[in-house]
């Protein structure tokens, strides 16, 4: 007898528990852009919106000041044939994109939008803004996502990526996702799309300015190097350094082999410790997510996270002069080497970018 109402209370149990998909979609992408243009990233994210289902109305949700945002919000309504809205917060609060004014802005948006996903690409923006306004709206998100399989179904990388953890989400509305933007490409027509432009609305920000929060952080200056490379995060070839390269004066050879391919430059954790490149070159689980067509790795042992970080390019090139170091496992063509013999004679015979 016990152990029948036991199991009846158990059933009873399970039943609630379990979650349908949520009955009408709809989406909030948060989007950074920069010289007026979109960046890959939040398209990738549409891209993920995208997949949760298709009778999906997805706004984009844009923030700045001034005449740079009005051509982002003008490229915004004509990039991606998926984006139903554009809403843009104009504002000397967001000049730059610091997490207390814009978590104060996704709050304000979903209270009076009531969307059922909220969405951001999982780089230093959006990694910056998700946690608080998750706060905010008394939620848990759910980072990382490589694959959506449904409104509520969610898969991402755990233990460095070497192993892919499914997640439902049985929380309240909405539910928020950081994604990996190498998991969900931009089509090239895409990106290139000029017809059937969206509709560009203004959010307003009347309440925003009462609130204290949104200066308790204040901006104080961005370093970053100018380069005319290709993005690290969006490039198609990427070209690493790692220990083995030895100092700061031996990594011109893998800044020259990037350059004459046409290349963006990376490097392992080791190297950036050790002084030879600054951080914001840094590949794997704690830098930047990299999938490019073609990935060469010079004097990379392979460590567990910086492979978290690459191992899903599309071609992966390792040049060790040690025949058992880890890299080789992912590699698709490896060359036991030294890499100050390899790299000049890829200099030599390789021909110039076109």
């Not at 948060?30 to 960046?39: P, S």
């Not at 931009?186 to 609305?201: F, G, M, P």
Request: charged share 20%; with cysteine.
């Amino acid at each position: 007898m016990a152990i029948g109402t036991m199991l009846s209370a158990f059933r009873k149990l399970s039943n609630t528990s379990r979650i349908t998909p949520f009955r009408s979609l709809s989406t909030l992408v948060l989007a950074e852009h920069d010289g007026g243009l979109i960046k890959n990233s939040s398209l990738s994210a549409v891209e993920a919106a995208k997949s949760l289902g298709g009778d999906n109305s997805i706004s984009l949700l844009l923030a700045g000041s001034g005449h740079s945002l009005k051509e982002a919000a003008e490229h915004a309504a004509s990039s991606h044939p998926s984006i139903s809205q554009v809403l843009i917060a104009d504002s000397d609060k967001f000049t730059y994109p610091l997490a207390e004014p814009w978590a104060k802005l996704v709050h304000l948006v979903q209270q009076s939008g009531g969307y059922s996903h909220i969405i951001a690409a999982s780089g230093s923006f959006g990694k910056n803004i998700l946690p608080r306004a998750a706060a905010l709206l008394d939620i848990s998100p759910i980072t990382d996502v490589t694959k959506i399989s449904g409104s509520n179904l969610f898969i991402r990388p755990i233990y460095a990526g070497n192993a892919l953890s499914t997640v439902r989400y049985t929380g309240s509305s909405p539910c928020m996702l950081s994604i990996r933007a190498t998991s969900f490409p931009v089509a090239s027509e895409t990106a290139d799309l000029k017809s059937n432009a969206a509709s560009i609305d203004h959010v307003d920000l009347s309440t925003l300015d009462e609130d204290e929060s949104v200066a308790k952080s204040t901006y104080v200056k961005l370093s970053a190097q100018i380069s005319e490379r290709p993005d690290l995060g969006n490039a198609r070839i990427v070209v690493t350094g790692g220990r083995g390269v030895k100092s700061a004066e031996n990594f011109k050879m893998i800044d020259k082999l990037a350059e004459k391919i046409g290349a963006a430059v990376g490097a392992t954790r080791a190297a950036v410790d050790a002084g030879f490149v600054p951080n914001d070159l840094q590949v794997g689980q704690t830098g930047k997510i990299v999938a490019p067509e073609l990935y060469m790795a010079f004097g990379v042992s392979g460590a567990i996270q910086h492979i978290a970080g690459m191992r899903d390019s599309k071609v992966i090139v390792a040049v060790n002069k040690d025949a058992d170091a880890p890299i080789f496992q992912v590699a698709d063509y490896g060359l036991v080497g030294d890499l100050f013999d390899v790299i000049p004679e890829l200099l030599e015979k390789l021909p110039e970018k076109k």
